[in-house]
Structures are given as structure tokens and as C-alpha cells.
């Protein structure tokens, strides 16, 4: 079992930075994937980045690859997502999630979920 809390989001104006952060319980962090998922108003949830519990494979949606940066601390239980030169269509709620096995971009594949982190880009 693993449970999964997002912090970090918040306000800020197009170009700007946040780091989202998401802390894991569980003795087996190091065994998952991780993945951070978005949502915003209206629309579907879509796949933002993942990483392999070994940290050698990265995944970037098309839409954030360049700006965003997926890592993972093991020792710490914590994966990040670094934002810079966020844009206003960067607004929605982010999730983190994992899973066993490989990483994928795939949310149906997760088994666990964050409850989320409201990330707003004003322009």
C-alpha cells in the first residue's frame, strides 16, 4: 500500500516556476514507478511525466517536455516535478500516482493516487 500526498502548487504568472512535490509512505517506494497526471476544468486527465523507480527512464508529455523535470529522491520517498516557463494552458490540478513494474503514460495503469495540487499560471 502506498499513500501519496501532493504540495506545492499555487499561483503564479506565465514564466514562472513551481516545484511540486509529492511524499510517499510505504517501505517500498523504491519499487514504483511514479507518475504526475493533470486535470483541468472541463477536460480529461492527461499524462504530464513518469519515471522509473530506478530514475534511468523518463517520459514527457510533448507539451511540457523542455520545461518540466520529473525526478525522485528514494531516500526521501518524495518525487518532484520542476515547472519553469509555465504557460496559462499549464493551469489544472496535478497529480502524482505509482506503480509496480515499468513506468508508463498511461493513468488506467496507476495504482495509486495523490489527492492532487491546484497549480493556477496567470497570464
Known amino acids: 500500500q502506498v499513500q501519496l500526498v501532493e504540495s506545492g502548487g499555487g499561483l503564479v504568472q506565465a514564466g514562472g516556476s513551481l516545484r511540486l512535490s509529492c511524499a510517499a509512505s510505504?517501505?517500498?517506494?523504491?519499487?514504483?514507478?511514479m507518475g504526475w497526471f493533470r486535470q483541468a476544468p472541463g477536460k480529461e486527465r492527461e499524462s504530464v511525466a513518469a519515471r522509473s523507480w530506478g530514475g534511468g527512464i523518463t517520459y514527457y508529455a510533448d507539451s511540457v517536455a523542455g520545461r518540466f523535470t520529473i525526478s525522485r529522491d528514494n531516500a526521501k520517498n518524495t518525487v518532484y516535478l520542476q515547472m519553469n516557463s509555465l504557460k496559462p494552458e499549464d493551469t489544472a490540478v496535478y497529480y502524482c500516482?505509482?506503480?509496480?513494474?515499468?513506468?508508463?503514460?498511461?493513468?488506467?495503469?496507476?495504482?495509486?493516487w495523490g489527492q492532487g495540487t491546484q497549480v493556477t499560471v496567470s497570464s
Open positions: 510505504g517501505r517500498t517506494f523504491n519499487s514504483y514507478a
Open positions: 500516482a505509482a506503480k509496480r513494474g515499468r513506468a508508463t503514460m498511461n493513468p488506467s495503469e496507476y495504482d495509486y
